[in-house]
T-cell receptor
Framework: SQQGEEDPQALSIQEGENATMNCSYKTSINNLQWYRQNSGRGLVHLILIRSNEREKHSGRLRVTLDTSKKSSSLLITASRAADTASYFCATDADSWGKLQFGAGTQVVVTP | EAEVAQSPRYKITEKSQAVAFWCDPISGHATLYWYRQILGQGPELLVQFQDESVVDDSQLPKDRFSAERLKGVDSTLKIQPAELGDSAMYLC??????????FGPGTRLTVT
């Protein structure tokens, strides 16, 4: 079973535009992580936000977390063609670091 | 930069045959994970090891799947017998404790 649900399922934008995707989850968490996956490849960790944090930045990425609404958002600013990928949120809710992934948002950035 | 290694990258097998995947985690990473990812979906955890011990295999179909990490380093995931519904990407990941996970390139399995 997958705890997180991403919205939208797919997103198509032009280079230079911002891309925003959302993640909702069901249970209390220790942290929430975002990963990127290029077609047919493994996942790459982007950013981790702990349950006591509200916002975090890494380069062109901005992540917010609202534990009262059980939701998170990932913003990619000034998108590039190389940002074309699927983006997954994953929640860590147990003491062993087990992650539950959502179904992902497929982002296409056109030049 | 250290990476998680997986082999083979691609595997085609007939149903009812046995198949095995290998994973070598980043050196020093005590935690190793095997995921299955069906096309269009997110990864689903099959089994999690802490050193050589299994800490979670609740989603592993134990009638046909087995996993081992005998010396607490590399790991093997086996399917016997393979079924058509096993066609998926099998991903291995490792981590230093309870932190971000580092994924290998995956093994794409096709069962015919």
């Amino acid at each position: 079973s997958q705890q997180g649900e991403e919205d939208p399922q797919a997103l198509s934008i032009q280079e230079g535009e911002n891309a925003t995707m959302n993640c909702s989850y069901k249970t209390s968490i220790n942290n929430l992580q975002w990963y990127r996956q290029n077609s047919g490849r493994g996942l790459v960790h982007l950013i981790l936000i702990r349950s006591n944090e509200r916002e975090k930045h890494s380069g062109r990425l901005r992540v917010t977390l609202d534990t009262s609404k059980k939701s998170s958002s990932l913003l990619i600013t000034a998108s590039r063609a190389a940002d074309t990928a699927s983006y997954f949120c994953a929640t860590d809710a147990d003491s062993w670091g087990k992650l539950q992934f959502g179904a992902g948002t497929q982002v296409v950035v056109t030049p | 930069e250290a990476e998680v290694a997986q082999s083979p990258r691609y595997k085609i097998t007939e149903k009812s045959q046995a198949v095995a995947f290998w994973c070598d985690p980043i050196s020093g990473h005590a935690t190793l994970y095997w995921y299955r990812q069906i096309l269009g979906q997110g990864p689903e955890l099959l089994v999690q090891f802490q050193d050589e011990s299994v800490v979670d295999d609740s989603q592993l179909p134990k009638d046909r799947f087995s996993a081992e990490r005998l010396k607490g380093v590399d790991s093997t995931l086996k399917i016997q017998p393979a079924e058509l519904g096993d066609s998926a990407m099998y991903l291995c990941a490792s981590s230093l404790g309870v932190h971000e996970q580092y994924f290998g390139p995956g093994t794409r399995l096709t069962v015919t």
